[in-house]
């Protein structure tokens, strides 16, 4: 349902951050994958938003659906802030204790 609702606001000219970073959490606590499609909510969005947006909506629905292609979301918040979409900031950079990525965990909860 996060990333329907953030589809919603982008669409509506609302901030669609909180949204976004509500699917960061999410993939950072990890979850269960199901099968879902998110073609037809994209195909309404690609007419709907700017470029940009919408490649941020195919990178997050990818993550969704596959634990492989999860994005860097502050790069998508901080890409987006660059091509005028001032909405959607990134957060400054959390602690990660030398590493890169922070830690994943595997607990099985299922997406929204």
Request: some cysteine; overall charge neutral.
């Amino acid at each position: 349902m996060t990333l329907y609702e953030g589809v919603l606001e982008c669409v509506n000219g609302k901030d669609d951050a909180t949204s976004i970073k509500q699917l960061r959490e999410m993939f950072t606590a990890g979850f269960q994958r199901e099968p879902w499609s998110f073609d037809d909510v994209l195909k309404f969005a690609r007419t709907k938003m700017s470029d940009e947006d919408y490649n941020t909506y195919v990178a997050l629905a990818d993550g969704i659906l596959d634990e492989t292609k999860v994005p860097d979301v502050d790069a998508l918040l901080a890409s987006r802030a660059r091509h005028g979409n001032t909405t959607a900031q990134p957060d400054a950079p959390a602690a990660t204790n030398g590493n890169s990525k922070p830690r994943r965990n595997r607990r099985k909860e299922k997406a929204s």
